[in-house]
């Protein structure tokens, strides 16, 4: 599976090259973008996407280098070319005051389309004074995500570096057929919310080759998620790839059919987790892979949470509805930064079913970590160090 989706990658890039040397071409500087980081682009760069959108042939929407300052946008869809590239050489700024997006949520938010490429270049959310007002306990805005693809298909984002967003730095929402590939993503470890890329409702999502170093988790993946694949991921400081949180809502969609595989962990505060609220719900988790992990000095490097009730308000004590089931972890090693190195808490209600753990070998201290298990069923296969809880 992990040979044909890395070909299916390779056949996309190979079609998007021939498709950038050969489109019609609009530079945001011709509509009156100025690359100063101080003059506000925003209008200028709807023009240019008003002139790709409404060509009835394939475009790219090409911004040079320099820094252009942008207020919340929206590129919306549906355009009459199901094919814009929007080549990104220079950088994307937010403005300073925290205020100026709005209660939106968003600050780049496309919606709506199909056929959009995001390729190269950087954003700057400039989340800075936003954490400290969320910190202060004064009165603060929702705070905007900085890229946002909603209800859009066959979407590419490639090369881009996102850093200091506000809150999450990529949301893939309700879309189809979505490569994110060669992404890094930085934002210092104790910035709130600032999740590298937020997966929810979507189906055939492929992430690659990205690093991610961020306050909240690296890859978080919500409910109605079908069909993602990750692999070469690097993530800390973070907490980890999340699967949810799940199940805050009685009725949810599921998620299944997730793999991750090649990613590395350092330093962050979880591994692999999935993390449900202990409440009624008939959401789900299953087919799940994690293979092929290094761990490095990770606090919690595989979890399963459904307890999960963050700064213990107003939890529930009926137990988790969501029911997980068919996990495999394989091949996972390294260190833990805490003695216990492998966690099921699973429900008293909808315990785990059918968990697999297979070569498995991660220490505490040069000594063996520990483990324990919760209403769970499972078997291992081969090495599995600390031993099995099952």
Known sequence: MANSRKSL???VFFHLFIQISSAGSYNVITFGAKPDGKTDSTQSFLK?????CSSLTRSTINVPKGRFLLTAITFRGPCKNNNIIFLLNGTLVAPLDYNALGDSGYWILFTKVNGVSFIGGNIDG???AYWACKGSGKKCPPGARSITF???SNIIISGLTSINSRQTHIVINSCNNVVVKNVKIMAPDQSPNTDGIHVQSSTGVTISGTTIKTGDDCISIGDGTKNLFMSDIK???????SIGSLGKEVNENGVE???????????????????????????????????NIIMNDVKHPILIDQNYCPNNQRCSVQGSGVKISDVTYKNIEGTSATSEGITFDCSSKSPCSNIRLQDIKLTYKNKAATSSCKNIDGS???LVFPQSCF
Do not use: M, Q, Y
């Open 48 to 52: 240019a996407w008003k002139s790709a």
């Open 9 to 11: 990658v390779f056949i």
């Open 150 to 152: 909603n209800w859009a």
């Open 257 to 291: 059919n997730v793999t991750l595989v090649n990613a590395v962990f350092t330093k962050s505060d979880n591994g692999v987790r999935i993390k449900t609220w202990p409440t009624p719900s008939n959401g789900f988790v299953k087919h799940v892979v994690f293979e």
């Open 235 to 241: 993530c800390g400081p973070g907490h980890g790839v």
């Open 126 to 128: 400039k989340g800075t």
């Open 380 to 382: 291992t296969i081969g």
